[in-house]
């Protein structure tokens, strides 16, 4: 049984997505978050799931006002929430219990900075997929770029990290949708480096002085490169290729793949697999995507040490793995409405809720996918149908292109996931926060700051047991670029 909350009480929330008004709520303080149900007896059933939850870290200010109300504002907070007590005593009593579990945030934080640190000596691994939607580098400003495959400008280095974290020891970049055109899938089909997959590989190697280009790949216009540090020492590298079957002519064949590239420490042995792709399309294609997960785990075999994917001691997945978003109503034209009011309340509810690929991780055999594979929560907005001129709006629904027959609803279509052979994967370790929305500025705009980010209210403690053999997801966040999808990237550490 969960421990008793601090306080607990009803207060009434402004909320809205059309006319916004004071909405009733049961709010409660659980150790180091204030979370929100629609009533008491709803908060009390076993394992109810809250609509809403402010983590006492996101929270900056307290601002008391007139008639029993009181403001909770923070940068990292998705928007400042409005809150009224029944009475100014109810508030005063509110405030204090907020404002003290803000204290033992700040002092939680303070013993983490003596314990917590990375290993100078541990591997980390950053791993990128962007649609580029047939984009050229030309249309992408190069320091964007270079912030989204390194981390470098993009994130707050702790205070109490002993390591740049802003330097993996390896970049793993997957693009899709290259070059669409029937030249670009012909150069691909006879394994020949059309022009555009040139260019990126060309810029990513500029971008990356410190890192050396040890394999590339690509299949069906899709691009996989890997690049490490110069000092790290790797061998056994083998690259292999899965083709979807032709369905719907050249051009539905053309574009959907996958490449993976294996390799070997020479330090420890310890061997690693980078799988990028481009699976089926569209909310009906749930099924087709479940058997290309299946056909590339089986037919991409290396000749050498480890066979499968999964024979390897670590394997990162990712790429436009093409989930979407599901729902009853999602047919009608309240669709979106439905499906970003849930959004904007509690992101990992909806990805729970209504994703595809959630779905799929929790259904045995061929009926589902990616079953071994472990995934960080998702704190970000969906990557795609985005408005390319749109996709830095501080308003969420002017962000997506929605057709109401739901090819095109709001949905995670780009994600990166991990495997390992000797554990259970510990949750996210969010070392640093992701620019807030609102607060983003096109990419276009040089010596872009984003703000500083904040330690997690609750880190996860790694069992010693894991120390040698495990992996760690220390940040899974998202970056706007020139594209209907946002760029994704992950960044692992290897303990």
């Known amino acids: 049984?969960?421990?008793?909350?601090?306080?607990?009480?009803?207060?009434?929330?402004?909320?809205?997505?059309?006319?916004?008004?004071?909405?009733?709520?049961?709010?409660?303080?659980?150790?180091?978050?204030?979370?929100?149900?629609?009533?008491?007896?709803?908060?009390?059933?076993?394992?109810?799931?809250?609509?809403?939850?402010i983590r006492a870290c996101d929270i900056a200010t307290v601002t008391e006002g007139k008639d029993h109300r009181f403001v909770l504002k923070g940068k990292q907070l998705r928007h400042d929430y409005e809150l009224s007590a029944s009475d100014e005593k109810d508030k005063k009593t509110w405030v204090e219990h907020i404002r003290k579990t803000?204290?033992?945030?700040?002092?939680?934080?303070?013993?983490?900075?003596?314990?917590?640190?990375?290993?100078?000596?541990?591997?980390?691994?950053?791993?990128?997929?962007?649609?580029?939607?047939?984009?050229?580098?030309?249309d992408h400003c190069p320091d964007e770029i270079s912030s989204w495959l390194t981390g470098k400008n993009s994130y707050r280095s702790p205070e109490w990290s002993d390591r740049d974290i802003s330097t993996p020891s390896i970049i793993s970049v997957c693009l899709q949708e290259v070059d669409m055109t029937a030249k670009g899938i012909v150069t691909d089909a006879i394994n020949t480096l059309n022009p555009r997959e040139a260019q990126w590989t060309d810029f990513f190697t500029t971008l990356l002085p410190g890192y050396e280009l040890v394999a590339s790949g690509h299949e069906a216009s899709v691009l996989v490169a890997l690049f490490v540090e110069k000092n790290l020492k790797i061998s056994s590298i083998e690259t292999v290729y899965w083709r979807g079957k032709v369905l719907k002519g050249l051009i539905e064949a053309g574009n959907k793949g996958a490449i993976s590239i294996r390799f070997r420490l020479d330090s420890d042995k310890t061997t690693f697999c980078f799988t990028g792709c481009h699976l089926p399309p569209h909310p009906e294609g749930f099924s087709k995507r479940n058997q290309a997960y299946h056909s590339i785990l089986e037919d991409s075999q290396f000749s050498e040490g480890p066979s499968l994917i999964t024979d390897h001691d670590y394997a990162i997945w990712f790429g436009d793995l093409?989930?979407?978003?599901?729902?009853?109503?999602?047919?009608?034209?309240?669709?979106?409405?439905?499906?970003?009011?849930?959004?904007?309340?509690?992101?990992?509810?909806a990805v729970k809720k209504y994703d595809q690929l959630s779905e799929a991780r929790t259904k045995n055999g061929d009926a589902g996918a990616f079953q071994v594979f472990h995934e960080a929560e998702i704190q970000f907005f969906p990557t795609y149908k985005l408005h390319v001129e749109r996709n830095l709006s501080a308003t969420l629904e002017s962000q997506y292109r929605v057709k109401t027959e739901g090819h095109h609803l709001p949905s995670f279509c780009d994600r990166v996931l991990y495997f390992s052979k000797g554990f259970k994967p510990t949750p996210v370790l969010r070392l640093w926060s992701p620019l807030p929305l609102a607060a983003r500025r096109l990419p276009t705009e040089p010596d872009r700051a984003r703000p500083l980010g904040t330690f997690p209210a609750r880190p996860p403690e790694v069992p010693a047991e894991m120390a040698s053999i495990g992996i760690v997801c220390l940040d899974y966040t998202d970056t706007p670029f020139h594209s209907d999808h946002r760029g994704v990237a992950a960044l692992f550490q290897i303990i």
């Open 322 to 349: 093409n989930y979407r978003m599901k729902g009853s109503s999602f047919s009608k034209g309240e669709a979106e409405k439905e499906l970003l009011s849930t959004i904007r309340d509690n992101i990992p509810k």
């Open 1 to 53: 049984m969960p421990d008793p909350p601090t306080h607990s009480g009803v207060l009434k929330k402004l909320g809205g997505s059309v006319m916004q008004r004071y909405q009733q709520r049961w709010f409660a303080i659980h150790d180091l978050e204030l979370k929100y149900w629609k009533t008491e007896k709803e908060a009390k059933k076993n394992k109810s799931e809250p609509l809403g939850t």
């Open 102 to 138: 803000m204290q033992r945030t700040r002092e939680r934080r303070t013993a983490e900075k003596q314990t917590l640190s990375i290993d100078q000596n541990s591997i980390l691994i950053r791993a990128c997929t962007l649609n580029v939607a047939e984009g050229k580098p030309t």
